[in-house]
Every structure is written in C-alpha cells, then in structure tokens.
C-alpha cells in the first residue's frame, strides 16, 4: 500500500518533532519513532484508525500516537493509496478542518 503525506501534514510532522526535541530533552526522538511506527501500522492494515467525520463527507480515519498523544489523519485516497492529511495534538479537544 502506497502512502503519501500532504504538505500540510509534512509541515505538521515537522513543527511537532522540532518542539519534541526541543522540549522533551530525555525522549528526544519518541515524536520521530512514534510517527514511523504509526505510518507503518496504518501502511498495513489501513481500517485500524477511527472514524473521523471531514467537512466534505470524505471518508477520513485517525490513529492516536499514545505516547505522545498525536493522532495521525488519513484517507484512503485510491485503493492502493493512502493520503496523510494531518498530524493532530489529541490534547486540544477538537480535530483539524479536514477538506
């Protein structure tokens, strides 16, 4: 299964993995290694997020990082192509717009 990030949630990714290092000084890397074990996980058996209402009624999912409380989401775009659309803070109670 092909799986490809949206330049927002490349942005994401990375504003999330500089404020880790930056700010988790004894797991500097749980961000990277929690994000590459949750890609794989989704690459794999692409139904394992949950459900995740987007504004345009497109069929959206989200995987929780439970470590670092992040959740990743996704769509499946084509049905050998999965599209990360963003990369979440679970702590802040809402979702992102997904379009």
């Known amino acids: 299964m092909n799986l490809e990030l949206a330049p927002r949630a490349v942005r994401d990714a990375e504003r999330h993995a500089r ?3 930056d700010n ?3 797991a500097r890397l749980l ?3 929690e994000l590459a074990a949750g890609l794989d996980q989704i690459r ?3 139904e394992i997020g949950l459900a995740y209402p ?7 999912r989200r995987l929780l990082l439970p470590r670092t409380r992040f959740h990743i989401y996704y769509r499946l775009a084509a ?11 679970a702590a802040r109670e809402r979702g992102p717009r997904l379009r």
């Open 19 to 21: 404020w880790w290092r």
């Open 24 to 26: 988790r000084p004894a």
């Open 31 to 33: 961000f990277d290694q």
């Open 44 to 46: 794999a058996s692409p």
């Open 54 to 60: 987007g504004i345009t009624g497109k069929d959206y």
């Open 79 to 89: 049905p050998d192509r999965i599209r990360v659309v963003a990369i979440w803070g």
